[in-house]
T-cell receptor, first 115, second 111 residues
């Protein structure tokens, strides 16, 4: 089992461009979580998805950010019209999602730099 | 509101010294608490969870409901323990798997 995969590992965008971050959960996991880590800060929950459903997006900025987890393929975190303040490390985690099995397995993260 | 506080951004100790990384939380109900660790250039990984009551790599953590704390302890620090440590609690219902993380504490173990 290769674990949670994220790509790209590093992404550089200019202001106004779009950023697409991909996350492939561990085999057998149907729950995906996205977190953002701003410089000098801890991890902040953004969104929680199951296959084809957004369960909780209360941590997502209201504009420019969206996430999906299609039936086939990886989960995508999409940031439109990026600004410098979006520069951060974005981590994806996955879990079984079963009650009592809350352990989340993390990917290596994508470091987004907005010029 | 649910919250996790790790008051120390950096904790620096000498090899062989005892270590205590502090974590305080606010949560309504009985939380399940976690410690995650991130070694240099590696991904975040679960270190221990309070319900398992295990000792991992010599680390233990006891849930103190009276003080709402879940401090991580190790009697004798090793250089390989140098890493970033995060305390976490469930966000909302504990059945959903969502977590709230503290700001993290960097542990630096000097030779």
């Amino acid at each position: 089992n290769a674990g949670v995969m994220q790509n790209p590992r590093h992404l550089v965008r200019r202001r106004g461009q779009e950023a697409r971050l991909r996350c492939s959960p561990m085999k057998g996991h149907s729950h995906v979580y996205w977190y953002r880590q701003l410089p000098e800060e801890g991890l902040k929950f953004m969104v929680y998805l199951q296959k084809e459903n957004i369960i909780d997006e209360s941590g997502m900025p209201k504009e420019r950010f969206s996430a999906e987890f299609p039936k086939e393929g990886p989960s995508i975190l999409r940031i439109q019209q990026v600004v410098r303040g979006d520069s951060a490390a974005y981590f994806c985690a996955s879990s079984h999602g079963l009650a009592g099995a809350n352990e989340q397995f993390f990917g290596p993260g994508t470091r987004l730099t907005v010029l | 509101a649910q919250r996790v506080t790790q008051p120390e951004k950096l904790l620096s100790v000498f090899k062989g010294a005892p270590v205590e990384l502090k974590c305080n939380y606010s949560y309504s109900g009985s939380p399940e608490l976690f410690w995650y660790v991130q070694y240099s250039r590696q991904r975040l990984q679960l270190l221990l969870r309070h319900i398992s009551r295990e000792s991992i790599k010599g680390f233990t953590a006891d849930l103190n409901k009276g003080e709402t704390s879940f401090h991580l302890k190790k009697p004798f620090a090793q250089e390989e323990d140098s890493a970033m440590y995060y305390c976490a609690i469930p966000r909302g219902s504990s059945n959903t798997g969502k977590l709230i993380f503290g700001q993290g504490t960097t542990l630096q173990v000097k030779p």
